[in-house]
């Protein structure tokens, strides 16, 4: 098969095809001289450095081609954002104020839903400390109760006793 009828798909591919085919006409061609022979092997050689310079020539420049095209992409990305957010603030132009009052909404639910907590504790404490103080007020109030029944209890005592004690002397 010669190239002429079916091109390769790959430049590496069709240098190693002429590479081939300049050998295997040096093997037919004993005439050749060593000489005409290197001069063969150096032009192949230098013809398939020319290619791959030239392939990364072309790699290179479409490499630049896409980083360009990257960056227009990006300038266009960032264009369409900004439109999109002049957009909607035409849709709604309260928009931001909404949320930011909303915002301002959440953050007091918070702080009363602690303060809500608190003041049940509190609630809770004072009530456990009435309680408490009513229980000991009610103590007093008996204890205070005791001590009038025992002080007239030991009045009446140390009455009878000098009532006994001053019926003995006028006797």
């Not at 037919?28 to 001069?39: H, L, P, T």
């Not at 004072?126 to 009513?134: D, G, T």
């Amino acid at each position: 098969m010669s190239t002429l009828e079916h091109p390769p798909q790959h430049p590496q591919t069709q240098q190693m095809l002429l590479l081939q085919q300049s050998s295997g006409s040096l093997s037919f061609n004993s005439n050749m001289s060593s000489r005409e022979d290197e001069e063969m092997s150096r032009s192949a050689l230098s013809t398939f450095r020319a290619k791959e310079e030239e392939i990364e020539k072309k790699k290179m420049e479409v490499r630049e081609r896409v980083l360009s095209q990257l960056g227009r992409v990006q300038e266009e990305t960032k264009r369409l954002a900004s439109i999109r957010e002049e957009l909607e603030m035409l849709a709604d132009p309260t928009r931001k104020d909404v949320s930011t009052v909303r915002k301002k909404i959440d953050a007091v639910n918070k702080e009363l839903k602690s303060l809500g907590h608190t003041c049940q504790k509190k609630e809770r404490e004072y009530k456990e400390a009435l309680e408490a103080f009513n229980e000991k007020n009610k103590e007093k109030v008996q204890l205070i109760t005791k001590l009038m029944e025992l002080v007239s209890e030991s009045e009446k005592l140390r009455m009878k006793k000098l009532e006994e004690l001053s019926k003995n002397i006028c006797l």
